[in-house]
C-alpha cells in the first residue's frame, strides 16, 4: 500500500495551491481519505476527511470555509484545495486511508502517507 502526497511548495499569504494523493495497493473506493498536517513542535492535526463516495465530507475549524476535499476514485486519487492561506496553515500535509466513516473527526486511520511541505509567507 502507497500514499503519495504531492502539491506541496511556496506560497504567499493570501494564495492557493492543491494538494493531490494517489493511493495503489488498496481498493481505494473501498477507503475514507483524510488529510492532516503537523507543523514543527507542534501535534498532528486533522484538516479534512471524505466518504468512500465522496458525498460527505469533514474539515477541521481552522480550515472550515478555505479548504475543499475532494476524491477521484477512477484515479485513486484525493484532493485537497487550498485557498486564502495563512502562515498558520504552514506544515506537513499527510494524506491516510481508513476503512469505513467516522461522524467526527478522527484519528483512526489504517495507513498513512508521507508528507508534502507546505509553506504560507506573511
Known amino acids: 500500500v502507497q500514499l503519495q502526497a504531492s502539491g506541496g511548495g511556496l506560497v504567499q499569504a493570501g494564495g492557493s495551491l492543491r494538494l493531490s494523493c494517489v493511493a495503489s495497493?488498496?481498493?481505494?473506493?473501498?477507503?475514507?481519505m483524510g488529510w492532516f498536517r503537523q507543523a514543527p513542535g507542534k501535534e498532528r492535526e486533522f484538516v479534512a476527511a471524505i466518504k468512500q463516495g465522496g458525498l460527505l465530507t469533514l474539515y477541521g475549524d481552522s480550515v472550515k470555509g478555505r479548504f475543499t476535499i475532494s476524491r477521484d476514485n477512477r484515479k485513486n486519487t484525493v484532493y485537497l484545495q487550498m485557498n486564502s492561506l495563512k502562515p498558520e496553515d504552514t506544515a506537513d500535509y499527510l494524506c491516510?486511508?481508513?476503512?469505513?466513516?467516522?461522524?467526527?473527526?478522527?484519528?483512526?486511520?489504517?495507513?498513512w502517507g508521507q508528507g508534502t511541505l507546505v509553506t504560507v509567507s506573511s
Open positions: 495497493g488498496l481498493p481505494f473506493s473501498n477507503y475514507a
Open positions: 491516510a486511508a481508513r476503512r469505513g466513516w467516522s461522524v467526527a473527526p478522527s484519528y483512526n486511520y489504517d495507513r
